[in-house]
Nanobody, 116 residues
Framework: QVQVVESGGGLVQPGGSLRLSCAAS????????MRWYRQAPGKQRELLAT???????NYADSVKGRFTISRENAKNTVYLQINSLKPEDTAVYYC??????????WGQGTQVTVSE
């Protein structure tokens, strides 16, 4: 069994920052990449950032410069640092894990709400 658990969401004022965490545990053979997505009410799930096992990163154009993805390989944990939060960042943020043998796992999501 593989578990992917996000944490770190919450209510934050515009302009604030958050660091989301995603911890993977269980029978993970080898991680290829971990990704962060978000889904706002009434919208499709959006890919935000990717980090591979080697540390290569990629970002959606919409979040470049404000979002930073990082990871601790030894802990199978990935982070998403979000700065200068805007109300339109309000969404459920999901972590997605891909293994080298093509298995994939979603977390349950963590709510981020940006409001005064």
């Amino acid at each position: 069994q593989v578990q992917v658990v996000e944490s770190g969401g919450g209510l934050v004022q515009p302009g604030g920052s958050l660091r989301l965490s995603c911890a993977a545990s269980g029978s993970i053979f080898s991680i290829y990449a971990m990704r962060w997505y978000r889904q706002a009410p009434g919208k499709q799930r959006e890919l935000l950032a990717t980090i591979t096992e080697s540390g290569r990163t990629n970002y959606a154009d919409s979040v470049k410069g404000r979002f930073t993805i990082s990871r601790e390989n030894a802990k199978n944990t990935v982070y998403l640092q979000i700065n200068s939060l805007k109300p339109e960042d309000t969404a459920v943020y999901y972590c997605y894990l891909e293994t080298t043998n093509a298995d994939a796992y979603w977390g349950q999501g963590t709510q981020v709400t940006v409001s005064e």
